[in-house]
C-alpha cells in the first residue's frame, strides 16, 4: 500500500477517535451543566420558600416595636372606678439617655469594636455572616458569630439567646425588617440605653454614674472606650473585677477606632496614656413602693399575656409592663379590697394556734363575682406586707383542698349525669362492717368524725362531709369522669396524672394541691347557673397613646346543667344551716358554702357564696408539720364571715334560684340487693364542656384511713 494512503487511513482514524472523545467530553459537560443547574434552581427555589417562610411564619410571630419601650415612663395600675392602685416603676437601674446627650467618641467606640459596616448595612453585615457561616462548618461550632449591633438589639430586647442555626437566621431576618422602620440614630441610642455593662447598670446613664460618677456627656474618649469594652463580657471586662482586663480591652477598642479613622493617632495615644479613674457614685436609693397582692397578681397575668400577644420572652414582657407608660384597669373593687386589707394585716384578727417552730398562721382569700369572673379583691398573707414578689398565697400556693373538692368532683358530676338525687338514699356504713363492697374500688374510707349514721340522704351526705358516701358515688361516678369534670368544666389547672384516683378525687388530698383562686373560680360555676367564668384581675391594658395593648373581656362557657348548679347551691346552703359549715351564715343574705381540711389538720378552707359573690378562704401554715394541726372551729369560716358580712351591707336581700327538682328517696347505693338505679337527667341539655358519660373501670387505689381526721371531742363537729 502507498505510504500516502496510509497517512490518509490513519488521519481519519485519529478525526474519528478525537471526535469520539471530543463527543464525550461535551456530553458530560452538558451533564455535569444540567446537575449544577438543577442543584442551583433546587437550592434557590428552596431559599425562596425558606425566605418566604421564615418572614411570613417565623418572623411576624415577635410583635414589638421600639414604641413599646418607652423605657422612662412608668405605668399606672387603676381599680374599676378609675381609682390609683399603684405606679409600676421599672426595677432595673436605667436612666434614658437621648441621641443628642451621647457622645460621638462613645458611638464611634461601639461600632468600631461591635459592628465596622454599621453605617454600611441594612441590619446584617452580609461579610461577617458568611464568614461565620465558613466558620461553623469547619470547626463544627454552633455558635455563629456575626451579629450586628442591630441584631444585637434585638436580641437584648427579645431575649431570644437560644443557640441554633434557625434563632439565628430568625434574628436576620428580623433585622433586615427592623431596619426598614427605625434608622441609624434610634437604633444606637436603644442600643446604649438598653444594653447591660455589669454592676447591675442597665444603660449607658448607670454605668457611666457607677464607673465614672459622671454624666455620659462629660466621659473622656478614653472612659468611652473603656465603657464599651465592658459590653462585650460584662462580669471579666468590668474594671471592679479585673482592671487589667478592662485596660487590655480599652486599648483593643482605641486601636479599631484609629484603624477605621475614628480618631487620630495623637488621639490615640492620649486617650491610651489617660489614666482611669474609676469610682462609684453615691447615690440616695429611693423608698421602694409596696404593692398590695392584687397589684401583683395583676402583674404577673399582665405579663403573661403580654408574653403570649407579643411573641417576647418574660424579661421582655416585664420591661414593656414597668418602662411602657401603660395604663392597666384591673377588675379590684376598693371598697371590698379595704376590708380585706383592714382583716388581713392585723394578725391578731386569726386565732393562735400551737407552732414548734414559731410560724404565724397564715392565710388567703380571694373574692370574685361569678357572673363576670371579676376578681374583686384578694389577699395573700397575713400581717402587713412588708416587700415585693413575695409570696402570694391566693395565687402561687398549691395547698390540698380536702372536702371542699367533693362538689366539684363528685355531687354535682353525679348530679349533672343524673346518677343522684338530692334524696338519693346512701348506706354510711362503717368500714368493719361489711355491709357496703365498693363494685371498682379496693377500699372503703372511714368518715372523719368515725360517726356512721346508716341509710341518709346525699344532701345529708353532703352536709356532714361524708367521706363513705363521697367513694361510694365515685364508684358509680367512674374516675375518668370524674377527674375530666374537675379539669376540664371546673377548670383545676393543677391536677397531675396521679390525682387520676379515688383519693385525691373524693376526699382531696390532690398530689400538688389547688391554689384558692382557682378554687374560687371553680365554684363561681355553682352560683352563675352553672355557668363558667374564667377568672381575670384586669380587663384592660392601654399605652400611653391610649391604643389597647391588651383586651381581656369576660370568658365565659357552660359547665354544667343549670337545674344542676341549683340542686348544689341547695344542698350547700344546707351545710352552711345545719352541716360542717355552721357559722358561716350572717343576718341579710342567704349563704351555701363547704368546708375543706386536709390530713392531719394541716390546711383548712371554707368556699361560700352568697347571690352576689363567691369568696374561697384557705388558712394554714406556711410548712405544713404533723405537730402544727389547725384543730377546733375551722378558722376559715370565721374569717370568711367577718369579711363577707361587712361586704354585704347595705346590700339588698336576695335569694339563690331554687332547684326545679330534687328527687325522691327511691335509690339506694350500698344496698347489693337492690338495683343499680337510673334516674332520669334533668331535661336541660348537656352543656358542650360536659365530658363524655362513658367512665372506663378505675384502676384499684389504697385511700389513707381519712382525709380530715375530726377528734369526737370537737364541740361542733365539724367535718371538711
Sequence with gaps: MPKNKKLDKAGRAARTAGGVIGGAVS????????????????????????????????????DISLDDFSLSESSTVYDNSGGVLATLSGSENRIW????????????????????????????DWYRTVGAVFSMFLSMDSTFGGSTITQQLIKNLTGDNEVTVQRKLVEIFRALEFEKKYDKEEIIEWYLNAVYFGEGCNGIYTASQTYFGKEPSELSLAECASLVGIVNLPTYYSPY??????????????????????????????????????????????????YPYYVEAVIDDVISDLMEVRGVNYETAEKLLYSGGYKIYTCCDSRIQSIVDTVYENPDNFPSYYSS??????????????????????????????GNLVLNRATDSLRPPGSSIKPLSIYAPALDLGIITQNTLVNDASPESGEVTPEHFSFYPRNSDWRYEGIITVRYALAKSKNTVAVQILDKLGIETSFSYLKNNFGLTSLVDAD???????????????????????????????????SRTYSQ????????????????????????????????????????????????MEVAGKTGSSGDYLDRWFAGMTPYYVGVVWTGFDIPKTNEQIKGTNPAISVWRSIMQQVHEGLEYKTFTNPTSIGEDTQIFGDLTSPTP????TPTPTPSATPEQTATEPPAATLPPDDEPIIPTDPVGLAA
Design 97 to 124: 439617655v437621648d441621641y443628642e446627650d451621647i457622645p460621638k467618641d462613645l458611638e464611634h467606640a461601639l461600632v468600631a469594636i461591635e459592628d465596622k459596616r454599621f453605617y454600611e448595612h441594612k441590619g446584617v
Design 678 to 681: 337510673s334516674p332520669t337527667p
Design 500 to 534: 387520676y384516683n379515688p383519693s385525691p378525687l373524693a376526699m382531696g388530698q390532690l398530689t400538688n394541691g389547688a391554689s384558692v383562686r382557682e378554687m374560687a373560680q371553680a365554684y363561681c360555676v355553682f352560683a352563675n347557673d352553672g355557668i363558667f367564668s374564667k
Design 541 to 588: 391594658v392601654l399605652d400611653a397613646g391610649g391604643n389597647i395593648v391588651l383586651d381581656n373581656p369576660v370568658e365565659q362557657r357552660q359547665a354544667i346543667r343549670p337545674n344542676t348548679a341549683y340542686n348544689m347551691v341547695d344542698m350547700m346552703i344546707g351545710s352552711v344551716t345545719s352541716g360542717t359549715s355552721a357559722g358561716a351564715g350572717f343576718y341579710g
Design 357 to 386: 417552730s414559731g410560724q404565724q398562721l397564715q392565710s388567703a382569700i380571694v373574692i370574685m363575682d361569678p357572673h363576670t369572673g371579676n376578681i374583686v379583691a384578694m389577699s395573700g398573707g397575713v400581717g402587713e406586707k412588708n
Design 241 to 290: 473585677y479585673s482592671v487589667e482586663n478592662n485596660k487590655e480591652r480599652q486599648e483593643t477598642v482605641l486601636r479599631e477606632m484609629y484603624e477605621q479613622g475614628y480618631i487620630s493617632y495623637d488621639e490615640y495615644t492620649s486617650a491610651k496614656n489617660e489614666e482611669l479613674v474609676f469610682q462609684r457614685s453615691e447615690t440616695e436609693v429611693a423608698t421602694q413602693e409596696i
Design 27 to 62: 456530553l458530560t459537560l452538558k451533564i455535569i451543566l444540567t446537575v449544577v443547574l438543577v442543584f442551583l434552581t433546587t437550592a434557590l427555589l428552596f431559599m425562596c420558600i425558606f425566605a418566604f417562610y421564615v418572614k411570613t411564619t417565623l418572623v411576624e410571630e415577635i
